[in-house]
């Protein structure tokens, strides 16, 4: 069955850096578009970054060009969010996304805490 999974999140002051990941399995992972939501406490659920099935094309949430950065490795089944210069707005519980034959699926999220 598909499963996803997220880590790498926690705690982090404002400015700082994290590194989240998402460990794909169940289907093929190189042929599907991978997605980063976000829901903040009191928001809907946002997009974040995509990123095509080869890792060549991206899409971001207008508000995070420059600081955030999707990425594959489609070796290992795993997608990547870098975020740099974090704001307490980023705030969130971020899930990884894939939709395969017309259904999506999603991880179970990974907090992010962005305070000091």
């Known amino acids: 069955q598909v499963q996803l999974v997220e880590s790498g999140g926690g705690l982090v002051q404002p400015g700082g850096s994290l590194r989240l990941s998402c460990a794909a399995s169940?289907?093929?992972?190189?042929?599907?578009?991978m997605t980063w939501y976000r829901q903040a406490p009191g928001k809907e659920r946002e997009l974040v970054a995509r990123i095509s099935s080869s890792g060549v094309n991206t899409v971001y949430a207008d508000s995070l060009k420059g600081r955030f950065t999707i990425s594959r490795d489609n070796a290992k089944n795993t997608v990547y969010l870098q975020m740099n210069s974090l704001k307490p707005d980023d705030t969130a519980v971020y899930y990884c996304?894939?939709?395969?034959?017309?259904?999506?699926?999603w991880g179970q999220g990974t907090q992010v805490t962005v305070s000091s």
């Open positions: 169940g289907f093929t992972f190189s042929m599907l578009v």
């Open positions: 996304n894939t939709v395969w034959y017309g259904l999506n699926y």
